[in-house]
Structure formats: C-alpha cells, structure tokens
C-alpha cells in the first residue's frame, strides 16, 4: 500500500512570492493535515481538512491556506513568502480526524515532507 | 492537551534495552500518551500510544504509571536504526491535531 506523497522534494522561491506544495493521503483516508517544521521551532500544527473542508488551523496567518479537493488530495499554499517561512512541510494523513465518537484515536500517517527554501 | 517533558538527548548501546522517559503531569482523564519518532529528514513515524494500562507491539512497550503522571518508552533490543527523535504526546481523544514537544534525541552507538 502506498503511503503519504508529498510533492515536490524541494522547493525554492524568493521573499514575496507563492509557494504551493501538494499531498496525497493514503488511499481511504478522508483527512489531512499540515504541519511546519522550522530549524529550531518542532513541529507545528498548520492546518487539518476533512471531506474537503477546514476543520482546524495552527497558530498561522491567513497568508497560509489550503484546501482539499475531492479525491481527498491537498494543496498548502503560501503566499507573500517570507525567510522565516523556510522550513520542512509535513503532510499527514488518517481515516478521520474525529473518531466519530469512540474512545480510540485515528493514528496519523506522515508523507517524507517538502523542503521550501526563501531566499 | 497536557505539557509533556523530556530529556533533551539519551545515548543506548546497541542491542541493549532504550528507556525513554516522559513528563506529563498535567495529563487528565481523557488524554492518551503517544509516542512518534522522527529518523532524520524522514516524516514523524508512530510508535505506539495508550490511556491506562501498558502496551506492547512489535516495535516498542509503554509503561504508564498508576497516577499517569509519567510514562516510559521501551526500545526492547535497539538498534543502530532506532537513532532518532522521540516524542511523547498527550492527546484528548477525538482530537486531531498532534502537539509535537522538542522530543528526546536517541543516538544508538555500536
């Protein structure tokens, strides 16, 4: 079974321009979520979409956005970039992000992430 | 979701028994403890995760202390491939997003 893909491996761009980085969950799950992973700041929430819609978003700005489309596929998109924007962008992917009312969680698969460089 | 803490770096001889430990005092009733490692420059890999009782399965045990206050990570026989950064998780149930801490770096050495 394949796992999470993200595309592309690497991206670079220059201050003020947009990024769009791409996720493909797991075939069957409905859910995916964004994080960001800066040199020294860990792992940070961005955002989670489930059956196309935003469910959550991270401490981020607006300028950070998404969405799903609906083979459950996702695009994070960053506009005006900014230095502080470089970082690794982890897609992650589960079943359901609420587990419909059950005790156990839906464990959250992660994609190998897109490296975005501002320069 | 709880704080959880740990130590920054532990260093295990290959073949021997990795114990990593994690605060979560603050944990309350409904949160579970989950455990992700991340090799480097690979994305965040679930290990194992619990509420109560100890868990096992084929990569690793988690032992929860009775107050649930700690608990501890058990790498049975690590390997060289084990090197990464653990994290422990405390997770309400049906949440969604994951609140990754600085974790602890394991170095496995021959």
């Known amino acids: 079974e394949a796992g999470v893909t993200q595309s592309p491996t690497h991206l670079i761009k220059t201050r003020g321009q947009q990024a769009t980085l791409r996720c493909s969950p797991i075939s069957g799950h409905t859910s995916v979520y964004w994080y960001q992973q800066a040199l020294g700041l860990g792992l940070q929430f961005l955002l989670w979409y489930d059956e196309g819609e935003e469910r959550n978003r991270g401490n981020f700005p607006p300028r950070f956005s998404g969405r799903q489309f609906p083979n459950y596929s996702s695009e994070l998109n960053v506009n005006a970039l900014e230095l502080e924007d470089s970082a690794l962008y982890l897609c992650?992917?589960?079943?359901?992000?609420?587990?419909?009312?059950?005790?156990?969680?839906?464990?959250?698969?992660f994609g190998p992430g897109t490296r975005l460089t501002v320069l | 979701d709880a704080k959880t803490t740990q130590p920054t770096s532990m260093d295990c001889a290959e073949g021997r028994a990795a114990n990593l430990p994690c605060n979560h005092s603050?944990?309350?009733?409904?949160?579970?403890v989950y455990w992700y490692r991340q090799i480097h420059s690979q994305g965040p890999q679930y290990i194992i995760h619990g509420l109560k009782n100890n868990e096992t399965n084929e990569m690793a045990s988690l032992i929860i202390t009775e107050d649930r206050k700690s608990s501890t990570l058990i790498l049975p026989h690590a390997t060289l491939r084990d090197t990464a950064v653990y994290y422990c998780i405390s997770l309400r149930e049906n949440t969604d997003k994951l609140i990754f801490g600085t974790g602890t770096r394991l170095q496995v050495f021959p």
């Open positions: 992650a992917s589960s079943l359901m992000g609420l587990a419909g009312g059950s005790s156990s969680y839906n464990e959250q698969f």
């Open positions: 603050t944990i309350s009733g409904n949160e579970y």
